[in-house]
């Protein structure tokens, strides 16, 4: 079903698993004519895709030098920038788009080439803390054309899935249905539920047909982007249940303070937390916006001081071949292999679950997400494996709300609507499942050694952190 | 060529990988009637290959209680007992073959069923250098029955390939080509080259024609060794020009003290090393006899001073299904998957990269070893992958060794002629190579994030740690 009719151009830019598995979407829910879409790349995967729809395909990277030069001529007021590319800054579009007054949306803050891992720059300023901040100051007062930020799967669909689940543990728990109006409602029924924590858990189970090999790199979705956001500092939102500042924790210097950075890199880091198919498994402590933003949006204010916040983070079991590539990776001291395989076509099995885990309530824990499998995937869209539909589903929900609401200005997941995002993009989940367990942190742990453990409150980071 | 006569009785114990694999190299190279052979164990795994070559397989296991009733009656004076199962106590058998007077050997020192993860024993008690003091009060003065104990690939022949680096290195730089000639000699001269480290450096690129699935333990060879040992402390022999003791680290209150431990299982602490093929890598500190016994052997005291040891240790990458499968295990808190497959006949590429990397000497850092590919250990003997043939070329020159030796007590690798077990084992040992290499685990380091490195000493243990 067509939802919404589009006049203007749509300018994509990037065409990897993400920009290649958005197109069908597109042109299934949105009312487009192909020769209105405009793909920019910087390298040849996706040609194929875009010409199976007759769309324009120009393989030419974007630089800092020559975007705005490039774009500007493409692009006016009531057009759609869609940003599905890495190595493209984020907020240089942001700006471009506000200038022209387009609409934008990507699903990731992207600084330019190299920015993750820009050794000149402090560890705080490598943050998606940081970038989200740098996001975040291009807020104007009065309106201006939506930009919505950080929308895909996880960041994105995951805020959406955390109020279904604040909602369904309410009414699980007695504490009522009613539908809170506003941020600070969200915060306090957060709050009241006693939530300490919220994990994006996801245990992605999905095989390829060829083992991966050596000096190489092999993931279900792009390799640059998960290698970027792996070599980046760990963070996490840092709740006020929290006893102990990590040794190796450190606030920032600027900026809301709603999340700490720990002095490594993401993929070095590794975390317990528990998912319904996987059970309790080990992810890594991979840095996300959601981290920052959710932790934020769910911040209780009293008198200015922080009275209430949860701990947010992610916990990520990517395919196992990403494991083995990681851990290789890790052994040459993070330097990319010559070999990347980003897996689509040749995925045989498996599921991608994601969801959120949130814990300290009542009931203990609660995951709330999505179980899709590659099968059902393929069946539900062509150009897509469980991981990347989950993020175009999201991608193209996001598109129709902006399009909906055109005057938001700067906004993230959190802030829109969870109905309607989550009414949109539901059919393309698989089994969406809320699952509560007694599982916590402290499950199996101490026997063949002693531990430093806090028994008193299961849910402190330090018992879920793996040392 | 047939090497040796042997007229008595061989009771083999344990028909896994090890012993499926022994079983041709015994019969080519012994002169042995399969008649005189009897293999008892606890499964029905090998029963087939123990068929082929007419052997008697009895599936009984062997308790505490009833192997002395089941086995003196099976073995006579100069007869054979050679051990290679899983949780039958080594020393146990060393005790009854002494009693008996007869020839022993393994290729570890097993405790017996749930030795290693009695959490009613102190993480000391549960170490290999607990395992190993008891086998060593076992030795009794004047003659005794030989029991060649630890005898397989690693412990085993990296003891004997420890001393022929050690003679490259001397003679590749002019330090002259004297074989020492007792314990003493060898200590001065790994102390003289300046060695402050010795890695058992291995990487198994070994990949099977099925992936990993959920809730299973794949490996190349014992399943319930290998997770035995990883769930045991790590361990490392302690060398002299460590600095800094780590703050897990703990010395035992009994024993040599050439090694200590780490309070937290060996497969949750990876460490860097390096072998020729594989390059830099993360490898996991298991423990292992040889670590204790090599840098025992190598220890030069003067006065009853200690005043050189190297620190010793493993540092193993496994096969790549293994890897995932401690993954797994460890999100898991160490509980054994359902599901077990050990990978022989479906093996299909890589190499076992097996040797020691030799560091801090005028040369920098030296690898000696093996680098045995599946396809050539298919070639050199049936019923074998490249792990199974490094540990039974390695047992079958042991086994001749003892014979031609049959009254030498208990005794170590590291105690044995090096130069009869490499000139039995090295015709299945595949491309055997020496490499020298400037890498370091100061490598690459620190750019990302700064690091407690120790710069003026690249080769103390806290450089090597992955934290
Ligand atoms: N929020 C989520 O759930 C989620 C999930 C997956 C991916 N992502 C993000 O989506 C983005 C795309 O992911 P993907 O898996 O499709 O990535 P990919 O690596 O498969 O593709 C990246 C695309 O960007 C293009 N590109 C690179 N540099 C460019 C430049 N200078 N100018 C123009 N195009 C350029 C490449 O040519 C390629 O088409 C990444 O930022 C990733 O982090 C977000
Ligand atoms: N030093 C080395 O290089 C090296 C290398 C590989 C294996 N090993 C050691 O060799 C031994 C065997 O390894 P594997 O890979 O063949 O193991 P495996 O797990 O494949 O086989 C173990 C065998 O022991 C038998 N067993 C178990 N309990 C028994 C009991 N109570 N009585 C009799 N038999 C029993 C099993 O039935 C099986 O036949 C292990 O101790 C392992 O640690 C040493």
Chains 1, 2 share one sequence.
């Not at 030419?60 to 869609?82: A, Q, V």
């Not at 076509?345 to 009931?363: P, Q």
């Not at 402290?442 to 402190?460: C, N, V």
Request: proline letters at 6%; charged letters at 20%; aromatic letters at 8%.
């Amino acid at each position: 079903m067509r939802t919404i009719v589009f006049k203007g151009r749509l300018v994509i830019i990037g065409c990897g698993s993400i920009g290649q598995g958005i197109l069908p979407l597109i042109l299934r829910h949105i009312e487009i004519k192909p020769a209105q879409i405009t793909i920019i790349t910087a390298c040849e995967r996706g040609r194929g895709v875009a010409a199976e729809y007759g769309i324009e395909f120009i393989n030419k990277p974007l630089t800092k030098d020559d975007f705005r030069d490039r774009l500007t001529p493409m692009l006016r007021k009531g057009d759609f920038l869609l940003n599905l590319s890495v190595d493209v800054s984020s907020t240089a579009l942001v700006e471009l788009c506000r200038d022209l007054g387009v609409l934008y949306q990507d699903t990731c803050i992207e600084p330019w080439a190299g920015g993750y891992t820009d050794s000149s720059l402090s560890p705080s300023l490598r943050t998606n803390y940081a970038l989200r901040e740098e996001m975040l100051r291009l807020r104007v007062d009065g309106p201006a054309p939506t930009a919505l930020t950080t929308h895909g799967a996880n960041p994105g669909l995951v805020s959406h899935f955390v109020k279904q689940a604040l909602l369904n543990i309410a009414a699980d728990t007695g504490l009522g249905s009613e539908i809170p109006k506003d941020r600070r409602g969200w915060g306090e029924l957060a709050s009241r539920l006693g939530v300490k924590v919220i994990h994006v858990a996801e245990r992605d189970t999905q095989q390829g047909s060829t083992p991966k090999g050596p000096d190489e790199f092999v993931n279900t979705w792009s390799i640059d982007g998960f290698v970027g956001e792996g070599c980046q500092p760990a963070e996490l939102g840092w709740g006020t249940h929290e006893k102990e500042m990590p040794a190796d924790g450190r606030r920032h210097e600027f900026g809301g303070d709603a999340a700490i950075y720990l002095m490594k890199p993401g993929a070095s880091q590794k975390v317990r937390t528990w998912t319904p198919v996987e059970g309790a498994f080990h992810g890594y402590l991979i840095t996300h916006n959601e981290s920052i933003s959710i932790a934020d949006y769910f911040t209780v204010k009293e008198e200015g001081r922080v009275a209430y916040r949860p701990t947010v983070h992610y916990a990520y079991h990517p395919c196992d071949a990403a494991v083995l590539s990681l851990h290789e990776l890790a052994g040459k001291n993070w330097v990319m292999p010559s070999k990347q395989r980003l897996m689509v076509k040749e995925l045989v099995s498996g599921i991608d679950e994601l969801g959120v885990l949130i814990a300290g309530h009542a009931k203990g824990a609660y995951w709330y997400g999505s179980q899709l499998s590659i099968a059902e995937a393929r069946e539900l869209a062509p150009h897509n494996s469980a991981t990347s539909l989950q993020v175009t589903a999201t991608v193209l929900a996001g598109m129709i709300w902006a399009l909906e609401n055109p005057m938001m200005g700067v906004v993230e997941p959190d802030e829109i609507d969870f109905r309607r995002i989550l009414e949109i993009a539901r059919p393309y989940l698989g089994p969406v499942v809320g699952v509560y367990t007694d599982w916590t942190p402290l499950d199996g742990r101490g026997t063949l050694f002693a531990e430093d453990l806090d028994t008193s409150d299961p849910w402190q980071f330090k018992n879920v952190r793996v040392i």
